[in-house]
Nanobody, 131 residues
């Protein structure tokens, strides 16, 4: 069973930056899709950015140009996969719990940002942006 662990959340002021990390262990597959989701209080969990093993990426319109998802192409540990989410020019609307998710599937449509497409999830890391 894959294990997902996020880190890097925190509190920043408007315009600040954070980098989130996600490590998926027991997940030594050459093909995969991984994504970042976020959930604000009282709102649905939404897909923010996705990446697959081929390096294709997808972004929600609300974060395009501000967030960048990336992955480590060659891991030191074969059973581990790591992705990052660099978040710049943060606004209060970016506040929420950020979750990392992983799947073994690579879609012909590119990395999915639909929560129902991902079976493996982390516990989340909190991002708070204050004005």
């Amino acid at each position: 069973q894959a294990q997902v662990m996020e880190s890097g959340g925190g509190s920043v002021e408007v315009g600040g930056s954070l980098r989130l990390s996600c490590v998926v262990s027991k997940f030594g597959y050459n093909t995969y899709s991984m994504a970042w989701f976020r959930q604000a209080t009282g709102k649905e969990r939404e897909g923010v950015a996705g990446i697959d093993s081929e390096g294709r990426t997808s972004y929600a319109d609300s974060v395009k140009g501000r967030f960048t998802i990336s992955h480590i192409k060659t891991e030191n540990t074969e059973a581990t996969r790591t992705i990052y989410l660099q978040m710049n020019n943060l606004t209060p609307e970016d506040t929420g719990m950020y979750y990392c998710a992983a799947d073994l599937v690579v879609s012909g449509w590119g990395p999915s940002r639909k929560k129902t497409d991902y079976p493996y999830w982390g516990q989340g890391t909190l991002v708070t942006v204050s004005s």
